[in-house]
Structure formats: C-alpha cells, structure tokens
C-alpha cells in the first residue's frame, strides 16, 4: 500500500500542481528573450519565465533513480501546447462574440486578453468554459486516436509518458479550472452566477465561496503530503485510483488563491472595488 502511494504520487506530481490558467500575477512586461508568434490569427507571446515555470513544475522528474531528460522536455512541451489550447478556447469564444483578443503565456499559467470587455453575462460565461472545453476536447482526441491506433498505449515508455500527460493535463487542469475559485474560470463563472441571482452582493458571495473552497484544496493537499511523508495514510486510503492527491505546489497555490479572495473582499468592504454597471442583455434581465 505504501509503495503504491508512493509511486503513483510521483506519476501525479506533474499533473495536478496547477490548472491550465491561473492569472496570479498581472500580464508581465515584454523582454527581448520573448517569443511571439501567430496562431488562429492570435498574437501568441511567451515570457521566458514560462518556461521557468514548466520545467520547474516537472522538477521531479530531474529526481530519483528514475530521473529522465527526456521525459522532463516532453513535460514541458505538454504544458505548452496544453496552457495553448486551454487559451485558444478563450481567444476564440472572444472572437465569436466579436472581440479581438492575444495570448500570453508567462510565470506558471497563461492569459487571453481581449481588446474590450465582452457585455452580456451568459456571453461571459461562454468565454469562460470556452477554455477548459477546449482542454477536454484534445483529451478526448488524444484517448480516441489512442483507442484507434495505439500509439499512446502500444508503443516506448515515452511515447506512453508523453500520452499519458496529455491526457490527463487537459482532463484534470480543465476540472480544476472549474472550480468556485477566484479568477479560476469555474470561479468566473460563479461570479457571474452569484450576481446574477444577488446583484447587489453576488460577487462578495462568490468570494466568500472562493475562500471556503480554496483553503479546503490547501488544507486537503497538505494532509496528502504529511500522509506521503509519514506513511501513515488516512485520507489518502479511501480516495478511488483516478481522484488526485494533492501536492505541496498545490496546496501554495490554492493558498495564495485564498489569500487573494479574501483580499478582494476586504477592499470589496473598504469601497475600493469598483462595481461595473448592469450590461445585461435584454433578455437575460
């Protein structure tokens, strides 16, 4: 049992560390180490710090006698080309309803901006699922072509590892995106929701849902490290094989998340957020 845990902990420590987009830091300024390129017709600019960021997020990979190079590169292309699609979903949507929008992928996540603020609540919505819907569908393509021809499952332990990651990046990353955590895209959503149902307090609501959520992620996460490190496993015992145990990336991350709602909320109370006007559609009034 131990060894078990152990071994797939390692195997997860790459998936689950953070989801597709996290805008946790504002859009960083631009270097002359970016790289910049068009896609779809999208501005496309990566911050070098990304890369930074990649690679030390499949540090464990580096680790151990099982440590491998390779695997630690096709890592990093997998959160780029995963962190590409997952923001591609939202350019797109942001075209669909008329707004131009450019990429950036920096630090540990990526951003769409927009050129102007999408009006409507259920197109704002849209745009928000646009992202994680876009992982899933290359998940599915992934597993389906697999299903067809094998050649994740059939073929070198790379190939496999490789398959693996893509899979299970933009399936899992997508789930975690939607969560009720602010800005996460699940925790836009609820935004949206909230004030839609409590227009005079529905984002201070969503807030308080994203903190509750956020630090119960945290505190989850670092029982399943204590449980690791002690072999003494409780929580981690009854979880099924496909739910993942939190990490200590995780935990930092879903702590400064929380940390960050309740900021919000603060200046929300102290009169320093401002409230946007009703730009609600006729009909979704």
Same mark, same amino acid.
């Not at 928000?128 to 994680?132: E, F, M, T, V």
């Given at each position: 049992m131990t060894h078990a845990w152990q071994s797939y902990n390692l195997k997860l420590t790459c998936r689950f560390v953070v989801p597709g987009d996290v805008p946790v830091l504002a859009e960083p300024g631009r270097t002359p180490y970016d790289l910049n390129f068009r896609l779809l017709g999208f @501005? %496309? @600019? %990566?911050?070098p710090f990304f890369w930074i960021g990649a690679g030390l997020l499949g540090g464990s990979l580096l680790e *151990?006698?099982?440590? +491998?190079? +390779?695997?630690? $590169? /096709?890592? /990093?292309?997998? %959160?780029f080309v995963s962190i590409i699609v997952h923001e591609l979903g939202h350019a797109i949507a942001f075209r669909r309803f008329g707004r131009n929008a450019s990429i950036v992928l920096y630090a540990f996540g990526g951003l769409a901006v927009p050129d102007s603020v999408v009006g409507g609540r259920t197109r704002r919505i849209l745009v928000? $699922?646009? *992202? !994680?819907f876009a992982g899933f569908v290359l998940a599915a393509l992934v597993y389906g072509s697999d299903q067809l021809t094998h050649w994740g499952s059939e073929n070198g332990e790379l190939v496999r590892f490789l398959y693996r990651q893509l899979f299970n990046v933009n399936l899992y990353w997508g789930i975690f995106n939607l969560l009720p955590v602010f800005p996460l895209d699940g925790g836009q959503v609820a935004s949206e929701l909230c004030e839609a149902r409590w227009p005079a307090r529905g984002f201070r609501i969503s807030l308080q849902i994203s903190i509750w959520v956020a630090a119960a992620i945290a505190v989850y996460s670092l029982v399943c490290v204590y449980e690791l490190q002690t072999q003494q496993f409780q929580v981690l015992k009854v979880l099924p094989w496909w739910f993942p145990p939190g990490s200590v990336y995780m935990g930092i991350l879903f702590l400064i998340l929380a940390v960050q709602s309740y900021q919000l909320l603060q200046q929300i109370g102290r009169g320093m957020y401002?409230?946007? !006007?009703d730009d609600r559609t006729p009909w979704e009034r």
């Open positions: @501005r %496309v @600019r %990566v911050h *151990g006698p099982n440590s +491998s190079f +390779s695997a630690w $590169l /096709i890592w /990093i292309a997998v %959160v928000s $699922l646009a *992202g !994680p401002y409230e946007a !006007p």
